[in-house]
């Protein structure tokens, strides 16, 4: 079965960055509409950043221009560069993989068909 793996979670002060990391398992990342979602406490989990098949990104809005999702189809993974963090971006951050179709914002994404166990981002002041 499809396994995702994050990594790189971790507590930063704010205007620091982080980079996360999924690794898909026993399966291929290009075959997959890629995003990374994220939950903070008391809240509902929100998708952050989405990667299609064409390539095309998203993004919601609080994190546009400070976040960037990509792959690296070598290594069978999907990549979160966060820039400028903030405390309001504290999460867990968790990898999700569907197949297509999944349309061109990741706003509109859930049920995603796998996840990853997440990784914890703690921003402070």
């Known amino acids: 079965q499809v396994q995702l793996a994050e990594s790189g979670g971790g507590s930063v002060q704010a205007g620091g960055s982080l980079r996360l990391s999924c690794v898909v398992s026993?399966?291929?990342?290009?075959?997959?509409?890629m995003a990374w979602f994220r939950q903070a406490p008391g809240k509902e989990r929100e998708g952050v950043a989405g990667?299609?098949?064409?390539?095309?990104?998203s993004y919601v809005d609080s994190v546009k221009g400070r976040f960037t999702i990509s792959k690296d189809n070598d290594k069978n993974t999907l990549i979160l560069q966060m820039n400028a963090l903030k405390p309001e971006d504290t999460a867990v951050y968790y990898c999700?993989?569907?197949?297509?179709?999944?349309?061109?914002?990741?706003?509109?994404?859930?049920?995603?068909?796998?996840w990853g166990n997440g990784t914890l981002v703690t921003i402070s002041t």
């Open positions: 999700g993989a569907d197949r297509n179709p999944c349309g061109s914002d990741v706003t509109f994404w859930a049920n995603m068909d796998y």
């Open positions: 990667l299609d098949t064409n390539g095309r990104t």
């Open positions: 026993r399966s291929t990342v290009s075959k997959y509409c």
